[in-house]
């Protein structure tokens, strides 16, 4: 039979990955979407914010009896960040690793933290950490309508269709 690319499993796997406010300050942006339009995943959403205090709380809720949760939500609320949605076969799984460890010493030379971040309290971006988190993440930090479903001219160079 003929199959739709949209039936094949896992493609329509979604994540969030954000900068954060260190990496936008560092102007690192561009070469973390590089990184994910390289690997072959599709940008399905992205905006630029300040969060708030009440965003951040909801985003990081699992972490606030952790000594660094004060911290943390100063560090994330310190400036802008760039905050996407990128979707694909396995995309929750490729981008941590593509991320690498939460502490910058543990994250190998090639992954985002690795390349860009030594410290654990600056390490310039988020990505989900399972599909069921990605989903809470992605609906709270973006509307339905902020979301689109475009088809990509590569997507049978990148997956068996
Ligand atoms: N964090 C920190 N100190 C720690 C552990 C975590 O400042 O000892 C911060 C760091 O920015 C990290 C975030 O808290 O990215 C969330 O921690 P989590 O364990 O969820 O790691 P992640 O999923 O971001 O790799």
Redesign the pocket.
Known sequence: GHRRKSTLPGVREQTLIAV?PDGVQRRLVGQIIQRFEQRGFKLVGMKMLQASEDLLSQH?S??RM????P??LR??SSGPVVVMVWEGHNVVQTS?TM?G???PVEAPPGTV?GDFSIH????V?????SPEGANREIQLWFQGKELLNWDCCDQTSTYEV
């Open positions: 954060k990081y699992e972490l952790k000594p660094f949760y911290s943390l560090y994330m941590r991320v460890h939460t502490n933290r654990v309290s600056r390490n971006v988020h990505a989900s950490d």
